[in-house]
């Protein structure tokens, strides 16, 4: 049985709902990412404590009516990429929650 | 028995860019009226200021004014570098140091950097646009070099006042955006009318085979903005406030598409 995986939304990004894009940018070099809609539901649901094959089941499959197996896969190749963007967090285990960027303290 | 301290004149001038006052200082009278000609229009007769600068005009240890902007903040402090001056900016307490020649680029890209940052912390942004005022209400004409900001400047009615062909000045107001003039011009080489107006549109800029204005997704909106705000520190902080500045802005002002031909008509569409 292989492991379980946990997501979490980088606090280095930041992030936006435009119209019916979600538009992502990266604090490192500025860069922007206009994500798909499989990928701003595993963003919005990326909390870090839910595993990864739960969201697909109980967000990915529900909405996309896809096979869970196959989304499941799909899912692990997407969160392999987004966080090769420095989008996403990626561990085995629970990922805690870090202090958001536009909450740090500076005059 | 001759002094052991020498007082040196110094000489400051007030510049007042978007309703914020910059008061540089300097030790030379000729680098004070390079000033004063360069921001003419803009340099204040009052005293106050917002922020300070202190010139020192040395030669830098490389003069070019092509190299990289690196603009980054380090133990409480802005620190800016290009090849053609060293800077540094305290936000706490409002004062600086550049380190320049007496030219009136390296100047101009330090201010033109810290109103960056400044509007940065109030939801506001410097934009690659033209901006012109016309019945009490601004209107920005955004893109890339080459889009046709000079030409929609050049064709402006006599009834526009023109904020800038080069640089839109942003800053947020309540539930809307105010544009102001600047003096950072572009193939013009017309310093803006130092006066402000609410915005009204923001036209990104096409030039096409016939006039047109057309909606702009939201999406497409933010992606343009952001492409053409002026950002350069090196902080995922800052990055993330002009991000959601710029959300937010198109949340509020509407965008459109401008694609035009290039003669005087296209100004009867922009009311």
Redesign the interface.
Known sequence: MSKKLYVARSP?I?A?M????M?V??????T?F?LNPTATVLWQAADGATPLDEIVERRICSEFEVNPEEALRDAEALAADLAKHGILLISEEPIASKLP??E?N?? | MPGLATQVERYSAVIGIGGIPVRVNTTDPDFLDLLHNRYAGFVSAEDRAEFEFDVDLAPPAVDDPNADVSVRYRTGRWFMERGDFRAEWDPATHTGTIHQTANPYSIDAVLRITHTLVLAQQGGFLLHSASAIRNGKAFLFAGVSGAGKTTISRLAPADATLLTDEISYIRKRHEGYVAYGTPFTGELVKLGENTSAPVAALYLLAQGPENRIEPVSAADAGRELLANTLFFAEDPELVHRVFQAACDFVHRVPVYRLTFVPDARVWEMIQ
């Open positions: 280095r930041a936006r435009l119209g019916e894009e538009l940018m990266s604090g490192q070099g500025s922007l206009t960027v536009q740090q500076r005059p």
